[in-house]
């Protein structure tokens, strides 16, 4: 008796977890219909692009999820992550050195806000709401708001490689989410975020050091977002505070529609890679429709509300399913 | 062997306003099953908190197999191989069981990465040596609660605990669970583990137990060996007074008119097809395990939890009650299980906490009066007995009496007729339980009604004039006043 | 343990102290410096200049702590103000080139309150519907700022709308004397509602313990939806304020607001979880923010700068609070 219900809820299970695949299916399928350009390549090159850089970020706002925390300041370490690269390359035209520098102030600003949230015990919305605020500050007194670009040879050829006809930023990209898949799952680290953020006191009593792993969260997140700020460098040869300015939310959107849940304790990269997907095809397809950038952002941000209550609404249902 | 597995001496722990320990000391042979059994609040799981580590205690000392001990915290405890069962499982539930046995610490490859066939063939197996067979890559959250058990006493198990202490573990189980578990005891008895079974169901502890030791008020009153005692005797330990004088003569009759009626009433998996009455001037208590949709049944009919099916009358009317303040202007008040979590705002004042449920009252032409709300706090203070310097103090400085008693004044001032209360007396020190009792007695005598939900069947067949069994959702039975009895609750409650 | 807890009440008073008036001591201290470095900050003209702009989040800031005070946020209240300013300009253009008549004030004030008040009924319900905790509602009030920002873009095409009416009742709303009496009025009427009002005492104790609210038979739904309704309808008014000041409308008018308005009321106390704090806190936080705002322009500071100093106080304002919460509680089980 036992095992049928577990059986079915197996196999709803399943079901549940490809919605996002079968949603990116689907939003693909209609879109070639409509414009048959939209698979051609150069669009699909377009698409993967920008999976990837968002895809970076995101792969830190999943483990920070997963911990049980958010972090708004990724936007802003992102903008730093560009002005500070481009600024260092400038500087010293050497790109190994700006690249260490850049990730470790990614790693430094990071660990900041891991030890404001731990530490002062400050909510994370609001400590990361004041870092981002800072962080910004930061780069508007660096740039002014203006935009700083490079010339420097090695990150313009970096940008334009393409291995299989593929953007190089592209494999990078498989490299993180390989790393980070690899981290959540394979390692007692990863496995300890999982517990921090399904049940802290449970976590606490089994000899977990939650500070620790949160703070670990918040500062892997830094250099995730410092990776994609130079990614972008890289395809862009340039750095703007007008770059990314919504990343932070975007990732936390993907994250829910990839159907991890904002509650932590569960979910993975891989999933939230399937619902970066789903969120950058569906940008493009409202660009394709012609939709003009108002529409756009209207259609932007009703996905988000909707996705949060569809979260919210099959956590419950699943939960009310099982019986508490 | 001479020596004890485990020695407790004189621990004493003090809480804020409560002695929950006065010089306990205790002792525990090994590989016996050692019952420690008192009522609510005796003590008993403050003192497995303290063996495994959760608490320190402010005086006494714990000597494991001859050696004394400190423990820090519940990884120091552990590793001198104590681990504590908790009624509350300590698992992570959106994880599987293979991971929440190994919490935290996953057997790695050698190159540092987790070794998941190691994991899982090493759970699998520690299900199976406990005579189980499920699927160790299921997520607890799936499990039913005699599964969950299982798992906390497997994670036991994985660390090789010597003395395994387990906090009411039948509370939520079936009789064929039960027995599961008793088999589980007797094998670990076999392999020289001790076991520590805290319950205050005195069957069963006849029945698995080698010694038993008595907690009263945060006092040891007596060790001895299951076969030299009986149930009178414990239970006069227990209590410490004749059992009859336990709970206050009722002087009021019940009436013939029917306050509340329940027709059928469903709410989602917890509750099906529940059908009572409630009359005035009643005490109708609600028996039943943890967990057997009691709580959901009273949210139901409040308004706390939506009605899926079936209809409630209040005085001969058809009522739809869809939230809490429909509820309310039906004149039915909850006292919620968890007075910390639900009844009360701890950091507001005695004051803000009672006149919350009736605003108007205490205000003069639409403008609160807060001169008038310190008056009428003051008032229930007086006539509850709530012992407080003033009603401005936080209701988180009281003890759990008065606490409870501040969320009876609650309900009181807004002068409901029909008052459910859910497990009105735990984690109660007896003296207030007996005001209480007191309490609710003058309330039916006044014509008000009661639906009392109570796990302490002392205390259900001593305060009701009906009792209603409810198990698995169901309305398994009703008892009346004269066929009240503990084994007649019991069988309906487990079978 | 003879000498701990002697030890613990000393330093929890100094921290307490610290932390009550410490927000008042700095503000104390921002204006004598200032003042100091700059002659002309305690000028007339300086104040009121700071006091009208003060006012302008001010108003914003109020209808935030309603919402806070319960345990929730609203990050939409910057594109509500947005949206509003731009109906409320093209409005009056439309209908205001008659002169003179102050009906048509009347009406389009009202008229955007009720807008600002609807969408943030619009919010309350969607959050109160799914029974939202933060994550959730810092998400959905997000959607709402994009999709209140775009119908602002929308609705002006993008473009800098200019007033042209010449009704003057609509002006005088956001000059002289005027802010400042609105911002204190409604403060006042708030602080009012929570203090003295069944409506009030209720939201405060939803943000004390929202269950045990519910459990007590309190219509937190409804509340709740109301608070974002009250929310919004400041915001809105806020924009009446602004537009007149300016005479014109920008679609991004309140961009910004949103994170200025939690920041004044997060620095004054009004904390997180809800249930502490309130009106005067509020004020104390739009005080210290906009005071130290103006000191650092008039001392010449960047603004980009101001930004950094902006966040680091908001972190430090609620470090202290949390510091200070857990001495009290500290205290309170001794």
Redesign the interface.
């Known amino acids: 008796m036992?095992k049928t219900i577990?059986n079915r809820?197996a196999v709803f299970e399943f079901v549940l977890n490809q919605t996002v695949l079968l949603l990116l299916l689907a939003f693909i399928v209609i879109m070639s219909i409509v414009r048959t350009s939209f698979l051609a390549w150069w669009n699909i090159q377009s698409i993967l692009l920008d999976v990837s850089i968002y895809g970076v970020v995101a792969c830190g706002m999943t483990m920070l999820i997963i911990s049980g925390e958010?972090d708004l300041s990724a936007s802003s370490q992102y903008m730093w992550a560009q002005i500070l690269f481009v600024t260092m390359l400038n500087a010293t035209n050497n790109p190994f050195l700006s690249i260490l520098v850049t990730l470790v102030s990614g790693l430094v600003l990071g660990t900041l806000n891991g030890l404001?949230v731990t530490k002062?015990?400050?909510?994370s919305?609001?400590?990361t709401?004041?870092?981002?605020?800072?962080?910004?500050?930061?780069c508007?007194?660096f740039t002014?708001?203006n935009m700083v670009s490079t010339r420097n040879e090695f990150v313009k050829t970096l940008g334009q490689a393409q291995i299989l006809g593929v953007s190089s930023l592209f494999y990078i990209y498989i490299g993180v989410l390989v790393v980070v898949s690899?981290v959540l799952?394979?390692?007692?680290f990863g496995?300890?975020l999982?517990?921090t953020g399904?049940?802290i006191?449970?976590?606490r009593?089994?000899?977990?050091h939650t500070s620790f792993q949160k703070t670990m969260a918040f500062s892997s997140m830094g250099l995730l977002c410092a990776i994609a700020g130079m990614m972008l460098v890289t395809m862009l040869r340039a750095g703007s505070t007008q770059y990314g300015t919504d990343i932070a939310?975007t990732c936390?959107?993907a994250t829910?529609i990839g159907g991890t849940?904002?509650?932590g304790?569960?979910g993975n990269a891989i999933r939230t890679a399937l619902g970066m997907m789903v969120i950058v095809v569906l940008y493009k397809a409202l660009i394709y429709l012609g939709l003009q950038a108002?529409?756009q952002?209207?259609a932007?941000?009703?996905?988000?509300?909707a996705?949060?209550?569809f979260d919210?609404?099959t956590t419950?249902r699943r939960a009310?399913?099982?019986?508490r | 062997m001479n020596r004890y597995a485990l020695e407790m001496r004189d621990i004493t722990k003090l809480f804020p306003g409560v002695r929950a320990l006065d010089s306990v000391s205790f002792t525990v042979s090994p590989g016996e099953v050692h019952a420690l059994v008192g009522e609510n609040g005796a003590g008993k799981s403050t003192l497995m908190n303290i063996l495994s580590g959760?608490f320190q205690p402010d005086s006494g000392s714990i000597i494991i197999d001859g050696k004394e001990r400190v423990f820090k915290?519940?990884?120091d405890a552990e590793s001198c191989g104590i681990s504590l069962i908790h009624q509350e499982f300590?698992?992570?539930?959106?994880?599987s069981v293979a991971?929440n046995i190994y919490?935290?610490?996953?057997h790695?490859h050698k190159g540092?990465?987790?070794d998941?066939k190691y994991v899982r063939e090493s759970a699998s197996k520690l299900i199976q040596d406990l005579g189980f067979n499920?699927?160790v890559r299921?997520r607890v959250?799936?499990l039913?609660i005699a599964e969950k058990q299982l798992v906390e006493i497997a994670k036991a198990l994985s660390v090789n605990a010597q003395i395994i202490g387990m906090d009411e573990p039948t509370s939520s189980l079936t009789q064929k669970e039960i027995d599961k578990l008793f088999t589980i005891i007797n094998r670990l008895r076999e392999q020289g583990i001790t076991v520590i079974y805290i319950s205050h169901k005195l069957e069963e502890v006849f029945s698995i137990s080698d010694t038993i030791t008595v907690l009263r008020d945060g006092q040891i009153i007596d060790t001895k060996a299951t076969k030299d005692t009986s149930n009178a005797e414990l239970i006069a330990k227990m209590v410490g007074r004749p059992v009859d004088m336990n709970y206050p003569q009722r002087s009021s009759k019940v009436q013939d008119e029917v306050v509340l009626e329940a027709d059928n009433i469903s709410c989602?998996?917890?509750v099906k097809d529940v059908s009572f009455t409630l009359h005035k001037g009643e005490i109708l208590g609600i028996a039943g395990l943890v967990g057997s949709g009691r709580t959901e049944l009273v949210e139901a009919i409040f308004g706390a939890r939506p009605l899926q099916g079936g209809s409630l009358l209040v005085h001969g009317k058809k009522v739809n009650i869809g939230n809490t303040s429909q509820g309310k202007a039906c004149s039915i008040g909850l006292v919620t299980e968890d007075r910390k979590e639900t009844g009360l705002a701890l950091h507001y004042s005695i004051t803000d906490n009672i006149v919350i449920s009736n605003l108007p009252r205490v205000s003069k032409k639409g403008v609160y009066s807060r001169a008038m709300a310190q008056k009428s706090a003051a008032q229930s203070v007086k006539d509850l007995g709530i012992r407080t310097p003033s009603t401005k103090q936080s209701v988180i400085n009281l003890s759990g009496g008065n606490q409870q008693k501040v969320v009876l004044a609650k309900w009181l001032f807004s002068d409901v007729d029909i008052l459910i209360m859910d497990e009105p007396t735990r984690g109660i020190d007896v003296g207030a339980k007996y005001e209480i009792y007191l309490l609710m007695n003058s309330l039916v005598a006044q014509g008000k009604s009661i639906i009392m939900i109570s796990s302490e069947l002392p205390e259900v067949l001593g305060m009701s004039d009906r009792v209603m069994v409810i198990n698995k959702g169901r309305k398994k039975g009703e008892l009346a006043a004269d066929e009240m009895h503990a084994e007649g609750v019991m069988r309906m409650a487990l079978l | 343990m003879a000498g701990g807890p002697q030890k613990l009440k000393f330093w929890s008073r100094i921290t307490i102290v610290l932390r009550s008036y410490g927000v008042l001591i700095g503000l104390v201290l921002i204006i004598v410096i200032a003042s100091i470095m700059e002659p002309t900050f305690l000028t007339a003209n300086n104040v009121l200049n700071m006091l009208r702009q003060a006012s302008v989040i001010g108003i914003v800031s109020l209808g935030v702590t309603f919402v806070m005070m319960t345990g929730g946020?609203d990050l939409s209240v910057g594109a509500i103000v947005s949206l509003c300013s731009v109906v409320a300009i093209r409005m009056m253009n439309t209908y205001g080139q008659t002169g003179g008549s102050s009906a048509l004030t009347l009406v389009v004030v009202a008229l955007i309150a009720a807008i600002g008040f609807l969408i943030g009924l619009v919010n309350g319900s969607?959050i109160t519907?799914?029974?939202?905790?933060?994550?959730?509602t810092?998400?959905?009030t997000?959607?709402?700022?994009?999709?209140?920002?775009?119908?602002a873009?929308?609705y002006s095409g993008?473009q800098f709308i200019t007033g042209t009416f010449t009704d003057g009742l609509y002006q005088q709303l956001g000059t002289g004397l005027f802010p400042i009496f609105l911002f204190l009025a409604i403060a006042l009427v708030m602080h009012a509602v929570l203090t003295y009002t069944t409506f009030g005492k209720q939201i405060c104790f939803i943000g004390a313990n929202m269950e045990c609210a519910r459990m007590s038979g309190i219509k937190v739904r409804l509340l709740r939806t109301i608070t974002y309704g009250i929310c919004g309808m400041t915001a809105a008014l806020s924009a009446i304020v602004v537009t007149s000041r300016v005479f014109s409308a920008s679609p991004l008018q309140g961009n910004g607001y949103e994170?200025e308005a939690?920041?004044a009321v997060?620095v004054g106390g009004t904390s997180?979880s809800g249930g502490n704090g309130g009106i005067v806190n509020t004020i104390i936080g739009v005080l210290v923010l906009s005071v130290l705002g103006n000191a650092l322009n008039v001392v010449g500071v960047?603004?980009?700068?101001?930004?950094?100093?902006?966040?680091?106080i908001?972190?430090v304002a609620?470090?202290l609070d949390?510091?200070n919460k857990?001495t009290a509680q500290r205290m309170a089980t001794i």
């Open positions: 036992k577990h809820t958010f404001i002062l015990r400050v909510n919305f609001i400590a709401l004041g870092t981002m605020t800072m962080i910004r500050g930061l508007l007194v002014n708001g690899v799952a394979y390692t007692n496995r300890r999982y517990a399904g049940n006191e449970v976590a009593l089994a000899g977990i939310l936390v959107a829910v849940r904002l509650s304790g569960a108002y529409y952002n209207l932007k941000g009703l996905v988000l509300i996705v949060v209550v919210v609404y419950r009310e399913k099982i019986g | 959760v915290g519940t990884k300590n698992l992570v539930n959106s994880l991971e919490l935290g610490y996953l790695t540092g990465f987790v998941w499920f699927s299921q959250e799936d039913s989602a998996s917890y | 946020m969607i519907s799914i029974n939202g905790r933060l994550g959730e810092f998400i959905i997000y959607g709402m700022q994009i999709v209140v920002a775009s119908l873009l929308l993008g994170l939690i920041a997060v997180q960047d603004a980009n700068a101001q930004l950094l100093v902006r966040g680091g908001i972190i609620v470090a949390m510091w857990k």
